[in-house]
């Protein structure tokens, strides 16, 4: 039973939706029901200067594309606050080399 409500976020077609908690900054996204989260965590390291620092994705639902919905959220959020971005975190370069909009490149810091 519990692997079933395990797989629930994606097996009952229920969208995946990216919170953003701004005061402990970070991209969340609730996995069966509330208890496990994937997460992704960023710091000011500026004015107008974010780190994008980890992601990560509880075992049980790695590789089914749930990272890249926490880091498109990220990468939204420094294009639409006009910030600038380090990458720290593995992933969110991933995602950025295999997406590379260019909204999201001019606000890179390399």
């Known amino acids: 039973m519990a692997q079933a ?3 629930n976020v ?3 077609g229920s969208p995946i939706r990216v919170e953003h908690d701004k005061k ?4 969340s996204i609730r996995l069966n029901g509330s208890y496990d989260r994937a ?6 390291v500026g004015k107008k ?5 980890h ?9 089914r594309g749930i990272a890249k919905h926490l880091a498109k959220a990220a990468m939204d959020f420094v294009v639409e606050e006009d910030l600038k971005a380090h990458l ?6 991933k995602y950025v080399k295999e997406n590379p909009h260019p909204q999201y490149l ?3 810091i390399h």
């Open 5 to 7: 409500a395990q797989l």
């Open 24 to 27: 402990r900054r970070q991209f």
């Open 39 to 44: 997460v992704l965590l960023y710091e000011y």
């Open 49 to 53: 200067t974010v780190d994008l620092q």
């Open 10 to 12: 994606l097996e009952i």
């Open 88 to 93: 720290t975190c593995w992933y969110i370069q």
């Open 106 to 108: 001019e606000h890179i």
């Open 55 to 63: 992601t990560e994705v509880p075992d049980a639902y790695r590789g």
